[in-house]
């Protein structure tokens, strides 16, 4: 009996033009690192009294369909979880192409996703799923990843694949070494680490939200002023492998809150800002993501 390994698994996704059914073609495989999307549904014990010392059966609960992908930050695969974040992006040039991607649409692409362990063989499709939240961290060594979580309609197990023969995108990593960020244009010193998190609320309101976390050198005074003063300013998170490869995250109006300051003994003081991005006036979004490669579109 075959025994299902990670290191064979693979993944398998396109996007629906209706919301719930699986196209028949168009899929493509996408490199992962692990994944917990799945189905469950849980049991409910009975509450009646009056059946005796023993239980009776259980109760059948809410099925329901989610879960994560980390998948890495790359030149061209990581264009597909972005069009599943913000929706179709805009792309201009010839060579290399700019796909830009931009905050506030109210409708978002939906897509199917085939989870297989060949050995098994198990194939379980995930029909309308959708990116309720993409995250990522940045620090100054270590692998460059992303998590998405999805939120699907159902799943469907199978012993063949329905995906057909998906079709590749060429795998080229960004790195942490390859990472910048800036504020206002201006290259932002004493960095020690930053998380970006950006949520659509699929599951609780329809409004879209950005947050996340960023921890600096306490060497000079530019954040916490600005925390004080409560003014906003464009933070700016970029990875660059060359002109025909680059990725860019643009929060457009970042407010900061006042931190505590903490001498914890005599290592290097750092500070630690939750910050919270909102729509900005100019451009009149909250953020834009900018990928750069050689994809036609997505």
Request: some cysteine; aromatic content about 8%; hydrophobic content about 40%.
């Given at each position: 009996?075959?025994?299902?390994?990670?290191?064979?698994?693979q993944m398998?996704?396109?996007?629906?033009?209706?919301?719930?059914t699986?196209?028949?073609?168009?899929?493509r495989?996408v490199?992962f690192?692990?994944?917990s999307?799945g189905?469950?549904?849980?049991?409910?014990?009975?509450?009646l009294l009056g059946?005796?010392?023993?239980?009776v059966?259980?109760?059948?609960d809410?099925?329901t369909a989610?879960?994560?992908?980390?998948?890495?930050?790359d030149?061209?695969?990581f264009?597909?979880?972005?069009?599943g974040?913000f929706g179709?992006?805009?792309?201009?040039?010839?060579?290399?192409?700019?796909?830009t991607?931009?905050?506030?649409?109210?409708t978002l692409?939906?897509m199917?996703?085939?989870v297989a362990m060949p050995?098994?063989p198990?194939?379980?499709?995930y029909t309308?799923?959708?990116?309720?939240?993409l995250s990522?961290?940045?620090?100054?060594?270590?692998l460059?990843?992303?998590?998405?979580r999805?939120i699907?309609q159902?799943?469907?197990i199978?012993?063949v694949t329905?995906?057909?023969t998906p079709t590749?995108l060429a795998l080229?990593?960004?790195?942490?070494f390859?990472?910048a960020?800036?504020?206002?244009?201006?290259?932002?010193?004493?960095v020690?680490s930053?998380?970006?998190t950006?949520a659509?609320?699929l599951?609780r309101?329809e409004?879209?939200?950005?947050?996340?976390?960023i921890?600096?050198?306490?060497a000079?005074?530019?954040?916490v002023?600005?925390a004080?003063d409560?003014?906003?300013c464009?933070l700016?998170?970029a990875?660059?492998l060359?002109?025909?490869a680059s990725?860019t995250?643009?929060?457009?109006?970042?407010y900061?809150?006042r931190?505590r300051?903490?001498i914890?003994?005599?290592?290097?003081i750092q500070?630690s800002?939750?910050?919270?991005?909102?729509?900005a006036?100019?451009p009149?979004?909250?953020?834009?993501a900018?990928?750069v490669?050689t994809?036609?579109g997505?």
């Open positions: 009996m075959a025994r299902a390994h990670g290191a064979r698994a398998a996704l396109a996007f629906e033009s209706v919301y719930g699986a196209p028949a073609t168009g899929f495989t490199p690192a692990s994944t999307l189905s469950e549904q849980p049991l409910l014990a009975s509450e059946q005796g010392r023993d239980p059966a259980p109760i059948k809410a099925l989610d879960g994560d992908v980390v998948v890495p930050i030149v061209e695969n264009g597909l979880w972005l069009k974040t179709a992006p805009t792309t201009t040039g010839t060579t290399p192409k700019t796909h991607f931009q905050s506030g649409n109210w692409p939906s199917a996703i085939e050995e098994v198990r194939y379980a499709m309308g799923c959708m990116v309720d939240q990522w961290q940045m620090s100054r060594s270590g460059l990843t992303a998590t998405a999805l699907a159902g799943e469907a199978d012993t329905a995906a057909g590749t080229q990593r960004f790195g942490h390859n990472g960020v800036k504020r206002n244009g201006a290259a932002l010193g004493n020690v930053a998380e970006v950006y659509n609320g599951d309101i409004t879209i939200r950005n947050d996340g976390k921890e600096v050198r306490f000079d005074s530019t954040l002023t600005q004080i409560g003014t906003p464009e700016e998170f990875w660059s060359g002109a025909n990725f995250f643009t929060a457009h109006a970042v900061l809150p931190p300051i903490e914890p003994g005599p290592q290097g500070a800002f939750d910050w919270q991005a909102a729509k006036i100019s009149a979004r909250m953020c834009t900018t990928l490669n994809v036609t997505y």
